[in-house]
């Protein structure tokens, strides 16, 4: 479980893609795709694990605004009109992030 920071949040609609710079130094990338799929809202993930849905068919979703939640976490929303996910900043860091070195751990 990591402890750090964001210290700069980007998104880039053309390319579907946010970064995160952390305070640690490293560096996140996202599609925003993958954090449509991976949205830790209840709606998304239901109650229980058996509740949970297979979110598919978000290839072309953006994220068309960002919003920063206390000093814990990201509320993200989406074009598809969804945007109750809240994604905390060690989800973020150690689930989420999709830069080589995370990926190839
Ligand atoms: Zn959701
Ligand atoms: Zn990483």
Redesign the pocket.
């Known amino acids: 479980m990591s402890h750090t920071s964001p210290t700069a949040i980007r998104s880039m609609l053309k390319d579907a893609r946010m970064e995160i710079d952390w305070d640690d130094d490293h560096k996140s990338i996202y599609s925003h795709e993958h954090l449509r799929m991976e949205?830790p809202?209840a709606?998304?993930r239901g109650h229980t694990p058996d509740q949970a849905k297979v979110i598919t068919g978000k290839e072309n979703v953006h994220a068309r605004h960002i919003e920063i939640i206390g000093n814990y976490a990201i509320r993200i929303e989406f074009d598809d009109g969804?945007g109750?996910?809240l994604y905390t900043f060690s989800s973020l860091r150690d689930a989420l992030c999709q830069c080589p070195d995370c990926l190839t751990q």
């Open positions: 949205c809202c709606d998304c969804h109750t996910g």
